[in-house]
């Protein structure tokens, strides 16, 4: 149990100075401390350990405690406990509380009177539902308040004070507003600048940077007063607030946009969302919430998820809805928790409406100015082939919206489309098509479209007719190589056992070295997966031929230029190692074969079990794990499971 304390708390806080106050046992105090922390535990019984404080102890003198995690037994002794421990030891950054089942609304008020506030990175969405309104949860972490918003309230606007910190409120209402934020974090990529427009007192852009790895979070706000509030209290390296609307915002800068309770304020809400679309890049996210059906105060809009699909289809692509329901609510009174995605053509009755659109990368038709936010600081340092977007695709803004594993259209049929098209319209022989072709290949394969796989066969060849590994395009060499591994693939699933090895084995003839030792994954796999068609066979030797190539291919990419896989060491590329890592994983899994194919005669299926197919490539098997989770998540929230072959 401590160690899941401690994941939590490094999750919010990191390894830091720690003090466990009102602990009972050196338990958690020996976790933090193996995790890297500066801890110190302070109980009521003394504990045979060095890091334990007792009755008349007190801390080393150093510098002042990062985290302070304070079990309590009573909410009704939680101001005592709590400002016995804060005298004593000071004040930390941000106050832990360990209460699980006590009443929440007593101790956080208590805590918001004495200036503290809900941590923005305390409520990930996928917790919201889990809240209660009485009682306070596992763990809730709470920050301190900046000193100068003691005096601001006094100072702000009619329009300022009636807005609401939500991370100054307890209950379901505020739970709702912040977990609308947490979702959003979600589909902020690495590097991303994010807008969040109206931002009011600046809490959802604080939660925003808090539960993502954007690289800057503008709030932009009309009022004065509430930009003042924001950048008092939560403005801090990337997170910046300025006065105005979005005509202050240059063309095509910003690679998210999160809109949370605005568009229902906006007289011309249609001009919003053209604006919205100006300032996004050609592959950039809109995140927006509405009101589903009810009207307040200040509403010029009553929305539907009709007339908010169609207005926003007129500039992007919908490609995720969201249903959100809190205790309490305007329309539904008597509704529980609940934030899950719902399909975009369902008939659903709710309080909140979530929309997660793109703009189209059909719009970013040039490589000019692309940059990948995430990656171009590494490709500047060293020029790998595997992250420069901009010299080998037609139009690199393609990559994040098509190609890109978690960061692209997450809507199935609407990937598939867009990969279709590009497959139709793009140049035959360009990096372009061939990611397109690859995306659509696996889509058709994860979702076994028996009907249309010839006609990804058709698409594979055709591509790989048309293009060269004398190229001097390394991308659409990557694409070559891969197409080839899916065509074997594909092949296995039409039960075309010869041609999909003739497919693997194709594989191996391509020249992954002009790419990146990464690309092998596809080489080893192929090998791989040919000497298991050889097992099937009843050809052993010839199987155990193709598993050591396997190997061979494996410790070549090991000894490869490491310049094509993790780039500078002073600005590496994040994902090379993980990669490298798979190869050597898929690797590992042709030398179990080799090692154990004695066993293949005397009893296969415990040869099988020592090569251990399931976990063939750990960042493969995580990806398939992951889509086996979602697809759960799917059936249980009614999403839909859609067929491509209106795609093609």
């Known amino acids: 149990m401590s160690k899941h304390i401690v994941a939590r708390l490094l999750q919010v806080c990191g390894p830091c100075r720690m003090l466990h106050a009102g602990a009972q046992s050196a338990a958690l105090l020996e976790d933090l401390l193996l995790a890297g922390c500066d801890a110190y535990a302070f109980g009521p019984s003394l504990q045979p350990h060095p890091r334990w404080i007792g009755a008349s102890g007190a801390l080393p003198a150093g510098a002042p405690l990062d985290a302070m995690l304070v079990d309590i037994s009573s909410a009704d002794d939680a101001p005592v406990q709590l400002r016995y421990f804060l005298e004593r030891f000071g004040t930390p950054k941000v106050l832990v509380i360990r209460a699980q089942g006590l009443d929440r609304k007593t101790i956080e008020n208590q805590l918001f009177e004495t200036l503290w506030r809900r941590h923005p990175g305390d409520l990930p969405a996928s917790e919201y539902e889990g809240l209660s309104e009485e009682a306070l949860g596992e763990l809730s972490f709470y920050e301190r308040v900046s000193f100068y918003e003691r005096t601001l309230e006094a100072g702000l606007s009619a329009e300022c004070y009636a807005q609401v910190d939500m991370l100054r409120e307890s209950g379901g209402r505020a739970d709702a507003h912040i977990a609308r934020y947490s979702l959003a974090a979600q589909f902020v990529r690495p590097g991303d600048t994010v807008l969040d427009c109206a931002s009011g007192l600046g809490y959802g852009t604080a939660i925003l940077a808090a539960l993502s790895s954007g690289a800057a979070f503008i709030g932009v706000a009309p ?341 094509d896989v993790v780039g500078n060491p002073e600005q590496p590329i994040p994902f090379g190692l993980t990669e490298l890592a798979e190869v050597i994983d898929m690797g590992s899994q042709c030398a179990n074969a080799i090692a154990h194919s004695p066993l293949w005669k005397r009893d296969p299926g415990l040869f099988w079990k020592h090569v251990d197919i399931k976990r063939f490539g750990l960042a493969s098997w995580a990806i398939e794990l992951e889509q086996e989770n979602q697809s759960l998540r799917n059936r249980l929230s009614g999403q839909a499971v859609y067929s491509l072959s209106g795609a093609s």
């Open 223 to 563: 009022d004065e007063a509430s930009v003042e509030y924001a950048r008092t209290n939560y403005g801090r390296d990337g997170v910046s607030f300025r006065t105005g609307n979005l005509k202050s915002i240059r063309d095509s800068s910003i690679d998210v946009i999160v809109s949370m309770d605005t568009l229902e304020h906006v007289p011309d809400w249609k001009a919003a969302l053209k604006e919205f679309h100006r300032v996004l890049k050609p592959d950039g996210r809109l995140v927006a919430s509405v009101p589903d059906r009810w009207t307040n105060a200040g509403h010029f809009q009553v929305f539907d998820w009709s007339k908010l699909e169609n207005g926003l289809n007129q500039h992007f692509f919908v490609e995720m809805r969201y249903a959100q329901t809190a205790p309490g609510g305007f329309r539904l009174t008597d509704a529980s928790r609940s934030l899950r995605p719902v399909q975009l053509d369902a008939v659903i009755d709710t309080e909140w409406l979530i929309a997660v659109a793109c703009k189209s990368p059909l719009e970013g038709q040039g490589r000019g100015d692309f940059k990948h936010p995430g990656f171009q600081a590494s490709f500047e340092k060293s020029g790998a082939a595997i992250v420069d977007f901009a010299h080998t695709y037609d139009n690199p803004y393609l990559y994040r919206t098509m190609v890109q594993m978690g960061e692209r259209i997450r809507h199935d049929l609407k990937l598939a489309t867009l990969a279709h098209w590009v497959i139709m319209n793009a140049r035959s022989d360009s990096a372009d098509r061939g990611a397109a072709i690859c995306v659509f290949g696996y889509q058709v394969l994860e979702k076994r479209e028996i009907k249309i796989a010839a006609k990804v066969l058709e698409f594979i060849t055709d591509y790989i007719g048309v293009t060269s590994d004398e190229r001097k395009n390394p991308h659409v060499l990557r694409w070559r190589l891969s197409l080839s591994f899916l065509a074997g693939r594909v092949c296995e699933l039409m039960g075309d056992r010869d041609h999909a090895a003739n497919w693997y084995h194709a594989v191996t003839d391509c020249k992954w070295r002009d790419f990146s030792p990464l690309l092998a994954t596809k080489t080893v796999a192929a090998c791989f997966f040919e000497g298991r068609i050889r097992l099937a066979d009843g050809s052993i030797e010839q199987a155990k031929s193709c598993f050591a190539q396997g190997l061979a291919e494996a410790l070549a990419a090991v000894k490869g230029d490491l310049n």
